[in-house]
């Protein structure tokens, strides 16, 4: 098999051949190229000691020396060469105690997660796989290098990371490295919250968001997101639903785009139904109050999960407002929702809504889409007219009624409140004259 590496790969790869030691490219950039997709990066694993990578190359970077991988700058570009290495034992599920150099590659690739990310390729030997992940690539499986137990121990992330690859590659799991996933899942909570994180976020945003069922079912969610497994288990008697609060999180996600903030959203929209979950003397549940109470939970989440604060802010704010169902469509019920809801919502919460209702069952399916279209149209005709919508776009300001003669303090705050209140009212109101002469007593004369 022929991969066409990248120039300034195969010139880091010729350079250490020249100086006598083996060199391959490796990893996720061979798996990519035998995909046909566009690798992200290209890491390349020698013979050669750091030391002696550094004494080749005139710009190199100390980037994990310790773990023996220095990175080659070249143009500004940096290419991670590393050592073949043994890892010794492992004492926190994810660094090894000591790292040992060898001058096997085969020793070297002993050690990675998954047979799809432990092939190395050069020109001159051409593809090196000695564990058949290009078997598995044509079988579309996520499979451990050797024992999935010790590989799990080694790094407990790994058990989240292969229900990632195959969320991003449409694979699916290993009988055995499932069934190791299961016996282990409890191994994840030694893993810092930051690494699920980025792992978790990796999933949601790939082609294969359903995978969280995965997630689920092997036990991880338990670990570090129970809320999801509770979700999971919590029914939903009801006509506008055809399952589980989970499985219709999980059809919501796969009908949202691939954003993070959207997948984020639809991921905890429905978080509190759990708890706020009510049954009437008809058989049928009711879930009062879940928006509200969702966004405090998100909130509470995604802190957990060291989510960043803009982030958490714009996620809580599509949970708290996406039922929020302005009734008529009339231009002005469509401002006070969006002014109700906070402008940053839009067009983003039409997004949420959308899926939400598309993950529904069938009953008034047709009824809901069109009043959503409706909704959006109303919406838009008010932006493009331009229309007040918050106090930021009022035509008076603060320092205005103060050169009016207002003096500062709550009288500016109720006085701009109620011009608002009139513009969302009486959008042909915004102007300054009209409110200052409507709204002062000094210039109704």
């Given at each position: 098999?022929?991969?066409?590496?990248?120039?300034?790969?195969?010139?880091?790869?010729?350079?250490?051949?020249?100086?006598?030691y083996d060199a391959y490219a490796v990893g996720g950039c061979i798996r990519d190229s035998v995909l046909g997709r566009e690798p992200q990066d290209w890491d390349i694993t020698t013979a050669a000691k750091p030391a002696q990578v550094k004494t080749l190359f005139g710009h190199t970077i100390d980037t994990g020396i310790q773990h023996g991988t220095v990175t080659v700058m070249l143009d500004r570009e940096g290419f991670e060469v590393t050592t073949y290495r043994i890892d010794g034992e492992y004492e926190d599920a994810r660094h090894p105690k000591d790292v040992y150099f060898t001058s096997s590659l085969q020793e070297d690739l002993k050690r990675r997660d998954f047979t799809i990310n432990a092939m190395a390729y050069n020109d001159d030997a051409g593809l090196v796989d000695a564990f058949d992940g290009l078997g598995d690539l044509k079988r579309g499986i996520v499979r451990c290098v050797g024992n999935p137990e010790d590989r799990f121990h080694e790094d407990a992330l790994r058990m989240l990371r292969a229900v990632r690859f195959a969320a991003q590659l449409g694979f699916r799991l290993d009988d055995a490295t499932r069934a190791a996933i299961v016996r282990l899942a409890p191994h994840l909570n030694r893993i810092s919250a930051e690494r699920i994180q980025t792992e978790l976020v990796k999933l949601l945003l790939s082609p294969h968001p359903e995978e969280m069922r995965t997630v689920y079912e092997t036990g991880l969610t338990d670990v570090f997101l129970p809320e999801f497994s509770v979700m999971m288990r919590t029914p939903q008697q009801n006509p506008h639903h055809c399952g589980s609060v989970g499985?219709?999180?999980?059809?919501?996600?796969?009908e949202v785009p691939p954003d993070r903030v959207l997948r984020l959203a639809m991921l905890f929209h429905d978080v509190a139904k759990p708890l706020c979950a009510r049954r009437d003397e008809d058989g049928v549940d009711h879930f009062h109050g879940h928006p509200q109470k969702g966004a405090e939970m998100t909130g509470q989440i995604m802190r957990r999960l060291k989510f960043d604060n803009d982030t958490i802010t714009k996620v809580k704010a599509l949970v708290r407002t996406h039922d929020d169902r302005p009734y008529p469509l009339t231009e002005r019920n469509v401002r006070r929702s969006v002014f109700r809801c906070g402008e940053a919502q839009y067009p983003a919460l039409f997004a949420v809504k959308r899926a939400d209702i598309l993950a529904q069952s069938d009953y008034l399916k047709k009824e809901k889409l069109e009043y959503l279209d409706e909704y959006e149209a109303v919406y838009d005709r008010i932006m493009e007219a331009r229309q007040c919508l918050s106090l930021r776009d009022?035509?008076?300001?603060?320092?205005?009624?103060?050169?009016?003669?207002?003096?500062p303090g709550k009288e500016i705050g109720r006085i701009l409140k109620d011009m608002l209140e009139e513009v969302l009212e009486h959008p042909e109101h915004n102007d300054k004259e009209e409110l200052l002469r409507r709204f002062l007593p000094s210039r109704r004369g």
């Open positions: 098999m022929k991969i066409r590496l990248p120039e300034k790969v195969s010139y880091i790869i010729e350079e250490l051949n020249k100086a006598g499985e219709h999180t999980i059809r919501s996600l796969c009022l035509a008076v300001s603060g320092s205005d009624l103060i050169a009016e003669g207002v003096l």
